[in-house]
């Protein structure tokens, strides 16, 4: 059969994954699936700051390496996965009791140097990933709490200095429909886009329970290439209440196909990454007690129908 990544560019989009290193070194069935079917690669914890500089100053850049060496063996790109986040940072930062102003400093240093570190060789960046509360308000983080909002411009701009081809993204979840989440993410476009702000993508994560994917996806990836922005969908995954059913797989199977379908259907659009490859390593049932199943291959490495569906689609 051809394979996926064909099909999508023939289709005009990018399809890709969310990959770890471990796996991809120890487990021939999973880097055979990644290597033949996806287009695009994006390391699932290896670019996090907790990952990539445990101790301050000491870094850890092989399994990112790693990741990224793999893709440009495979003819895949790479997204970078992220520069700024609340979560999976280090302890010395979290626990440090830096000022503000040591705050800022550390940040545009840490942006520089690994932007910096993979310059020309990731295609996109997460520059700040889910910067928003559901209600649409600014999440608290370390870098709201001391820097203000002006530390998602500065980011990007300290990302665009430090690569100046890749393109910069905001990415979030619960953005798929039409909400207040989105709506606040919007607004936030349409000003740094006005000010002049490096912007050029918005991620929309796909975290979705199947039967609930909602009816204004294409609607809102709309509004956001209307403004000139690219779309992604960059962490799909579609989770079932265990245990698994005949039934649960079709709906799942029709709901793949469908956020496929809304991504091929909005010029803007422009490609679709699973957040994993196998039923048996993704994150969600250690996040969601009860729930999984998620992804399009199972814990054999089999093709699910939602496989099939999207391979039929495509
Ligand atoms: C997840 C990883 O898949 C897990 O292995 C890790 O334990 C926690 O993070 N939103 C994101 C991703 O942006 O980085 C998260 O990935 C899933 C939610």
Known sequence: PTPLRELAAAAGIHVGNGIEAAPLASIPAYEAIVGREYEAVTPGNEMKWGSVEPTRGQYNWGPADQIVAYAEANDQIVRGHTLVWHSQ???WLTSGNFTPAQLRTILSEHIAVQAGRYEGRVYAWDVVNE????NGSYRGTIWYDNLGVDYIADSLRWARAADPGAK????????EGINAKSNALYNLA?????????????GIQGHIIIGQVPSTFAANMQ?????????????????????????KLQTQAADYRSVFQSCIAV??????????????????PDTFPGEGAA????????????????????
């Not at 910067?131 to 559901?134: A, D, L, M």
């Not at 956001?224 to 799909?236: K, Q, Y």
């Not at 814990?299 to 999207?310: G, L």
Request: net charge negative; proline share 7%.
């Open 89 to 91: 940072q280090p302890n």
């Open 131 to 134: 910067p928003f509360n559901e």
């Open 168 to 175: 910069l993204y905001i990415n979030d979840y619960n953005i």
């Open 190 to 202: 349409v000003e740094l886009l006005a000010a002049g702000v490096p912007l050029d993508g918005i």
């Open 223 to 247: 509004r956001f290439a209307d403004l000139g922005l690219d779309v992604a969908i960059t962490e799909l995954d579609i989770r079932m209440q265990l245990p698994v059913t005949d039934a």
């Open 267 to 284: 010029d803007g659009c422009i490609g679709v990454t699973v957040w994993g490859v196998t039923d048996g390593l993704s994150w969600i």
């Open 295 to 314: 992804l399009m291959h199972d814990a054999q490495y089999r093709p699910k129908p939602a496989w099939n569906s999207v391979y039929q689609l495509l």
